[in-house]
């Protein structure tokens, strides 16, 4: 089946720790995204990548880093530096600017938490 | 500065009843509107897109209008049930430094039977 999965589901990070999110996706997407929901909060734009070995900064990139070496992978580092990293984490992926008039596709999501 | 707003508080309604969802932006000029439902703890599933030159979309239960004048769009859900009951998220493209696809804060939707 075609999909997005985002592993793990839950992570624990110690202070001053650095992590790694993982997403995937074989629908053959061009654009993925990174979005931070916080409680009763929407989503809000971390990085984004339009194209294999290319992306750009969201509206809360700081404390955060990406790479987007191949088409299906877009995993998304928590640094030390992001003080205040407890969030939900959504990845998302589209057909992108080539075809902007189709809809995003989330994974289920990573919940971190500091310790 | 841009923005887009949605109902924060809950909207709560009887069974059967016609649910109206809002969202506004302010400072943008998007080509399109998307409105996607999130349950607790799960990833937002996309439910209806809609373009500038459309005013109305359905999909079963569901109605979309978009008012680019107004800057507004309204989610319909007639005969609702319990299990409607989520959040719902309205998004739209920005190509502002490079296209993508910003969300609104979402309205939650209690329908009680």
């Known amino acids: 089946d075609g999909g997005i999965t985002q592993s793990p589901k839950y992570l624990f990070r110690k202070e001053g720790q650095n992590v790694t999110l993982s997403c995937e996706q074989n629908l053959n997407h061009d654009a993925m995204y990174w979005y931070r929901q916080d409680p009763g909060q929407g989503l809000r734009l971390i990085y984004y990548?339009?194209?294999?070995?290319?992306?750009q900064k969201g509206d809360i990139a700081e404390g955060y880093s990406v790479s987007r070496e191949k088409k299906e992978s877009f995993p998304l580092t928590v640094t030390s530096a992001q003080k205040n990293p407890t969030a939900f984490y959504l990845c998302a992926s589209s057909k992108g600017q080539q075809n902007p008039l189709t809809e995003a596709f989330f994974g289920q999501g990573t919940r971190l938490t500091v310790v | 500065s841009q923005k887009i707003e949605q109902n924060s508080e809950a909207l709560n309604i009887q069974e059967g009843k016609t649910a109206t969802l809002t969202c506004n932006y302010t400072?943008?000029?998007?080509?399109?509107l998307q409105w996607y439902r999130q349950d607790p703890g799960r990833g937002p599933v996309f439910l209806l897109l809609?373009?500038?030159?459309?005013k109305e979309k359905r999909k079963e239960r569901l109605k979309v209008t978009f008012d680019t004048t107004l800057k507004q769009s309204l989610f319909h859900i007639t005969a609702s049930q319990p299990a409607d009951s989520a959040t719902y998220l309205c998004a739209l493209d920005s190509r502002t430094g490079g296209f993508k696809t910003i969300f609104g804060a979402g309205t939650r939707l209690f329908v009680k039977a």
């Open positions: 990548s339009q194209i294999v070995n290319d992306f």
């Open positions: 400072n943008y000029s998007p080509a399109y």
């Open positions: 809609i373009r500038e030159n459309e």
